[in-house]
């Protein structure tokens, strides 16, 4: 319909109608002056740490791209504002607006909270999405923090990280009693039922805790955050794979008044931004992990074992004791497990005919020669029970 029909068709064109009416919807809409957010986020990493630190880095980075400056992020290191583990806190009593950081570290605030990181035995990065994303694990995750104050979103993921740094070998069971050992998560219940010693130490303290020999081993990520600690010029031997850590999942944790009093649309921000870190961080690790693993065996000269399969079956019967034994103290941590598993044990049958099969059989007729220095986690033949 030509204009002058339309104005015919409507009476627009009598003179009650004003030129103003008739102008008004070619008029640009008025922009309000935008009000501009300054935010401080702490960290649990080192100051711009490969993967970790990084990771949040990029986090607040998307934010303020896409908000065009108008939610902007600084990124503090662990102990610039409050130490590794005092994240959590900082950021629910409104200390700071924003946290980077992960759920298992924040045990003492209820148990429930590790399942939000990784559960030992559990799922992968892959199936953790799967279950946060499409499985109701984020509204669980909310429920969890939201008498905290907190609003959190996965905000990265490490991938399947490794067993940790030992200088003791690792034949059987009996070799974990008296270790002393950095581990965080249920695995660290696991360890002390194997009568070792769980040490909780930032990242940032590893090297020196031991090399001093303060401990005897620890887990920290992977290949490239490992690397860039150092961690293989005093330790003996590079155990793999993580059964305490299968694909563990970083947070970012919004204090949820500093969201509240955000526009709609910076929320939506950094609900999305949050998306495209998480899954920014876990291909960034698979990448450099790559090569940090090629550098540490072929340079570095790093004596890579697995863990012996009888050791890691012990070990998971620990991990279901502990996690079975915090789930019966209280109802909502018992809801979160049981999500957990039940997805866990739908996504393993579809696994097992697609990422499994297939990486099996990839890896029997592409790279089994490749490797030859990565030994796989076997089921040995047991002594006879007498
Ligand atoms: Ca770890």
Redesign the pocket.
């Known amino acids: 319909m030509k204009r002058r029909d339309f104005i015919k068709a409507t009476g627009l064109g009598g003179l009650a109608v004003s030129s103003a009416a008739l102008a008004a919807p070619v008029v640009a809409p008025v922009v309000q002056p935008h009000k501009t957010y300054k935010w401080k986020m702490v960290t649990s990493w080192p100051k711009n740490f490969p993967g970790l630190g990084a990771g949040a880095e990029f986090l607040a980075k998307i934010i303020n791209d896409l908000s065009d400056g108008q939610l902007q992020i600084k990124v503090y290191g662990a102990g610039e504002i409050v130490p590794a583990m005092e994240v959590f806190d900082a950021v629910s009593q409104g200390k700071v607006e924003m946290g980077h950081s992960a759920s298992y570290y924040w045990r003492n605030k209820g148990a429930v909270n590790q399942f939000f990181t990784t559960i030992p035995f559990g799922l992968t990065a892959q199936e953790m999405n799967a279950w946060l994303y499409y499985g109701g694990g984020m509204d669980l995750w909310r429920e969890a923090y939201e008498h905290h104050g907190l609003i959190p979103t996965a905000a990265g993921n490490t991938g399947v990280?490794m067993a940790g740094w030992f200088n003791r070998e690792i034949n059987d069971i009996q070799d974990l009693s008296g270790l002393k050992m950095r581990i965080?998560g249920f695995g660290a219940n696991a360890l002390t039922a194997a009568k070792g010693t769980v040490v909780t130490l930032a990242g940032g303290e590893l090297f020196s805790a031991l090399q001093s020999g303060a401990i005897d081993a620890t887990?920290?990520?992977g290949p490239y955050n490992d690397l860039a600690f150092g961690l293989y010029k005093i330790a003996k031997y590079y155990y793999y794979p993580?059964w305490h850590?299968p694909g563990?999942t970083m947070e970012c944790m919004i204090n949820k008044k500093a969201y509240e009093s955000l526009p709609k649309q910076l929320q939506n921000i950094v609900t999305y931004a949050s998306r495209v870190a998480n899954q920014d961080m876990l291909a960034e690790f698979t990448a450099k992990n790559g090569q940090a693993l090629h550098t540490l065996v072929n340079e570095h000269r790093v004596d890579l074992r697995p863990l012996p399969f009888a050791v890691l079956k012990q070990m998971r019967q620990y991990v279901d004791e502990a996690i079975r034994n915090e789930a019966a103290k209280d109802p909502f941590t018992q809801k979160v497990y049981d999500s957990i598993e039940q997805f866990r044990q739908q996504v393993s049958a579809w696994h097992d005919v697609s990422e499994r099969a297939y990486m099996n059989m990839r890896a029997l007729i592409n790279d089994s020669k490749k490797f030859d220095y990565c030994t796989p986690v076997v089921e040995e033949a047991r002594p006879p029970t007498v």
Request: no cysteine; glycine share 0%; proline share 12%.
């Open positions: 990280q965080p887990e920290w990520v993580a850590e563990s």
